[in-house]
């Protein structure tokens, strides 16, 4: 029993560490960093130590904390986030998916759109159930966030410069809209969507997004940004809302301990900025590209990886 007591003494000064203003700030930081594609995990980890809140920093990085939970939650603030947004089309995702069972096979760009969301979030379950908390624990150190961040920036612009190479926009011509237009989402192949998966599935380390991976392969299958952007929000929720019922436990054992009530109003936050963030972007990635985001990227992550070795 001594140990036990030990742990449950030694996590309750750490659990107190997050004051409610701290979590409203995160909350924010979460509903915007999530959606754009610059790593919100990156930011939770690099944002409290440029702040000087030296006792989130301190337990960031131990792997029995209350942070992972925390962290947890406010992904879960900005899945609810996207889910308002894209209510109706999620109605319509889900009524397609049961119909799909019904008759047995696919028909409606719709009915294909719920299946390949459904076959790009199963490398990410699975990856996230293997190594989430190794990769969260082992990355979420600032210099390392910040050094993987910059990894993030030439990813992007990576993205930007293969999607003007000759073949991509010859599969778009031939599988979608036109050369300049880009590709449709349902003519995505099923094993397109498992690559587009497999790369969301780096999003496990901190200061690589999400949104930005997952953008940067559909951009590479020939799909424009609007789309790209689309698909990475939709395919986000559901990995998102999983990981929070798989970390509630967590929340709800003595992890949770002092830090509910934080958890709950940055939840909260990061689901009220989440909406405006995404009403923003969906209008951005209409005519506008990822390059500005690859700069801040390398500019913002170059200047942390200086400021945490000074």
Known sequence: MLPAAVTILSIAPLASAISYFQAIVLGILQGVTELFPISSLGHTVLFPTLFGWNEVV??????????????????VGSAIGLLIYFWSTWVEIVKSFFATLAKRRVETSTERLA??????????????LAFEHQLRTLTAKPEVAAIFLMVNGLVLFAAERYRRRAEVRELAAREGLNPEGGRQLE???????????????TALIAGISRDGVTMGAGLARGLDHSDSARFAFLLATPIILAAGLFKMPD???????????????????????AVFTVAFLVRWFKTKTLMPFAIYCLAFGGFMVLYTLA
């Open 187 to 201: 003519t995505l192949e099923y094993r397109e969507a498992l690559v587009v998966g497999v790369a969301q599935s």
């Open 58 to 75: 301190k337990f960031q990085s131990q792997s029995e904390s209350p942070w992972l939970a925390f962290v947890v939650m406010l992904h």
């Open 115 to 128: 299946w390949l969301i459904i076959v790009a979030s199963i490398p990410a379950g699975l990856l996230g």
């Open 251 to 273: 929340l709800l054992g003595h992890l949770g301990n002092g830090i509910r009530g934080q958890a709950v109003v940055a939840c909260v936050t990061a689901a009220i900025t």
